[in-house]
């Protein structure tokens, strides 16, 4: 398809770049909210990992990791920093059933149009143990298209609330909107989503 087509050619190109940038942003307060609702050494799929910066925080924590990420390149800049094996994979490759007690999408499939989200955010339920926690995140708005060489589905809260809401089986337990933590880029927003498969509807804007 193109847009993925395209989307993994920009981080090819760019990977170094890409893991220089992101490596070191800090994203404890979000993974607090992640973590906190997960089991001591669950296990988490990082889905999308990146540089590996958070499969690393994870790992370090004494949690089971497992790492994926559609750009080779990455893969292996992430394997080497881990010390993990990262599966390279699409997001619609994602095929298992009650493995995981948490799956952390940060920055990821906000990639993907719209209805593809809504597609994988399926396979993520599947992928969850019961009352499995999941954490997504987009970029701040109401824009869908192409932005400096990617393709972009952004989001605000009541558009991460309708994601979930649509996902059979998953709830949203927080809605939370934060400053890109990268240098240079606090004037950039972020809506982050935390929720669980099977769990009680609570939604904190």
Not at 75 to 80: D, G, K, P, T, V
Not at 86 to 105: H, N, P, S, T
Not at 113 to 126: C, S
Not at 170 to 187: K, P, Y
């Amino acid at each position: 398809m193109a847009i993925k087509e395209e989307t993994l050619s920009y981080y090819r190109k760019n990977a170094g770049n890409f893991v220089k940038g992101t490596i070191n942003a800090d994203m404890e307060f979000n993974r607090k909210k992640f973590l906190q609702r997960l089991p001591e050494q669950g296990s988490i799929l990082d889905f999308g990992c990146g540089s590996g910066r958070d499969a690393k925080v994870f790992l370090d924590l004494g949690y089971e990791v497992e790492a994926a990420d559609g750009c080779g390149e990455l893969c292996e800049m992430a394997a080497e920093y881990t010390g993990i094996v990262v599966r390279q994979m699409d997001f619609m490759e994602l095929d298992v059933r009650e493995k995981y007690d948490g799956i952390w999408a940060c920055a990821s499939v906000l990639h993907l149009p719209y209805e593809e989200i809504k597609a994988v955010m399926e396979k993520m339920a599947e992928a969850l143990k019961e009352n499995g926690v999941f954490y997504v995140s987009f970029k701040y708005g109401e824009f869908e298209g192409w932005r400096n060489g990617r393709y972009f589905t952004d989001m605000t809260e009541d558009g991460v609330r309708r994601l979930v809401e649509e996902t059979q089986g998953m709830s949203a337990e927080e809605i939370w909107v934060t400053a890109d933590v990268r240098e240079g880029r606090g004037d950039e927003r972020w809506v982050n989503g935390v929720g669980r498969k099977n769990g009680n509807e609570k939604i904190n804007d």
